[in-house]
């Protein structure tokens, strides 16, 4: 079984759509993170949750909204699509003790 | 706040022969330090990490990392490199409680040549 699961792994869409990335983990971890990978490959902390409350929120557009419905699950869902928004976008979760955990990442291009 | 520096930007190596990436650190508390590998395409995975005990720490594909506190580094090495090594290389620190994010560093190149 699939750790830190997301989905869709690639996603193709035009400038102006909406559009939303899920993240699951089957751990128990209490906490999860969004991360976006730019073009030159930099790792940058987006927001982090805790037991389903946003406890960072990095400066991030506000057409970026992330959502957790339980704590093993946060999404992120993305208004008015702009050409900068495309890069790979990665979950990750964390618990003391074990440490973090990543997903596969989405490859998000916007065309 | 906590930042983390690799200061080569790209490194080639012949194959077969060794390898060190550098890893500066800056954080306020005890570090939960990491690296990640990364090939061309594909997610980030775990080479190794360390929080406490022995500052010489093993991971997988035969790369081990040394903690140095009083020089605030977690340097990786690799006695023979291989072809397949080569992908970008990531050193991140974060705490151990998990109430700061990963932090990374912007990442080194590795690549190989026969």
């Known amino acids: 079984d699939t750790a830190v699961s997301q989905t869709p792994k690639y996603l193709v869409t035009q400038m102006g759509n909406d559009k939303s990335i899920k993240c699951e983990q089957n751990?128990?971890?209490?906490?999860m993170y969004w991360y976006k990978q730019d073009s030159k490959k930099f790792l940058k902390i987006m927001f982090s949750?805790?037991?389903?409350?946003?406890?960072i929120n990095e400066t991030v557009p506000n057409r970026f909204s992330p959502k957790s419905p339980d704590k093993a699950h946060l999404n992120l869902h993305i208004n008015s699509l702009e050409l900068g928004d495309s890069a790979v976008y990665f979950c990750?979760?964390?618990?003391?003790?074990?440490?973090?955990?990543f997903g596969s990442g989405t490859r998000l291009t916007v065309v | 706040a906590q930042s983390v520096t690799q200061p080569d930007i790209h490194i080639t190596v012949s194959e077969g022969a060794s390898l060190e990436l550098r890893c500066n650190y800056s954080?306020?508390?005890?570090?939960?330090l990491f690296w990640y590998v990364q090939s061309p395409g594909q997610g980030l995975q775990l080479l190794l990490k360390?929080?406490?005990?022995?500052?010489l720490v093993q991971g997988i594909k035969g790369f081990e990392a040394e903690f140095k506190r009083s020089q605030s580094s977690f340097n990786l090495r690799k006695p023979s490199v291989h072809w397949s090594d080569a992908a970008e290389y990531f050193c991140?620190?974060?705490?151990?409680?998990?109430?700061?994010?990963?932090?990374f560093g912007k990442g080194t190149r590795l690549s190989v040549i026969a």
């Open positions: 990750a979760s964390f618990k003391g003790g074990y440490g973090y955990t």
């Open positions: 751990l128990g971890h209490d906490t």
């Open positions: 949750y805790n037991n389903k409350e946003l406890i």
């Open positions: 954080y306020g508390a005890t570090p939960y």
């Open positions: 360390y929080f406490s005990g022995d500052t």
């Open positions: 991140a620190v974060g705490s151990f409680s998990g109430n700061t994010p990963l932090v």
